[in-house]
């Protein structure tokens, strides 16, 4: 059932406002300035001693284990990183024993991910999941982990279960950090930031008319370039996915810092750049490289806390808490590759070539 709307992506776009309070529901701790995660099973001895975190996942869900990786760092200061489930299989990883595995998945059925778990846990390696569906294989493998409460996503292209699945990673974030050294104040800081998410998710929903019109002017492209940095390059390489996927337009994202390292060569009139500037200590940098941008003609569409003045289009998205930007920042993107998917006339639920679970190699 589509509840009114044409597609199930938009419908599951939509659905974003319940889905973060979902995810949010019921775990927040007021008292301890923390979250409760009934099913982690990880003793806060233990989480104490984690001295890694490796995030294993594919697609879209390795997107959001990018930024995954960026909130645990930030919140609870133990060295992490995502890598593609597929990757780390084939390349006979070094497996240790401090080091505390998580697979993300939204189907919890996706092949190389439980392939990735099962050789971890052949191993001896403690695996949490980060999933959506209740009781799938990748939940039942790992010996405990966070769901992602985003509902049943149809739609082959993910929209709602990226944003929900990052929440669910602030959450493990705050609530390692608050077993580490994050502060009460810093904890509660998050905790009313992940508070505002739903209305401010409603509110950029509120641009959808302004998007569908950038949309129709941008999907004459043939290919665009998206660049982020740090917090941002995780959205950028993200919104570049959903462009390629529902759209069928090339997009190619790049670390904004990487420009001069080579794809600067590519921008002139014909080739768009869609840049993620947040509000944040990095704000000149990327003003920067939107001025490098801009002098060699290329077309600027920014998602950004403020007008851009480089930026020939600005989409203003309300600003969070610096770690929680990329939660929002996405949002807009989503619905720009929606749209210019819609007016190139794309079967949007059901992309050429792609399936909604991979379950093969
Ligand atoms: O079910 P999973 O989260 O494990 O799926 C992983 C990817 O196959 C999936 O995210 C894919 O990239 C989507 N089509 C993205 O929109």
Redesign the pocket.
Known sequence: DMGGHDTYMHKEIVEQVEAVDRVLRGRIDDRFATVRLGGLNLEPGEARRVRRIKIL?????YHAGQIGAQLIEELARIPADAEPASEFRYRDPVVDPDTLYVA???????YD?LAAVQELKRKGARVLGVVNVVGSAIAREADGGVYVHAGPEVC???TK?FTNTVVAFALLALHLGRIRDLSVSDGRRIIEGLRRLPGQIDEILKAESEIKALAKDFATARSMLFIGRVRGYPVAREAS??LK?VSYIHAEAYPASELKHGPLALVEPSMPTVAIVPDDELLEKNRAALEEIKARSGRILAVAHQEQEKADHTIVVPKNEHELDPILMGIPLQLFAYHTALALGRDIDKPRN?AK??TVE
């Open positions: 996942g594919c697609g879209t869900s993300v998945s939204q189907s919890g059925e996706t991910v082959v292209v993910s279960c996915l959903k996927e792609l679970s991979v």
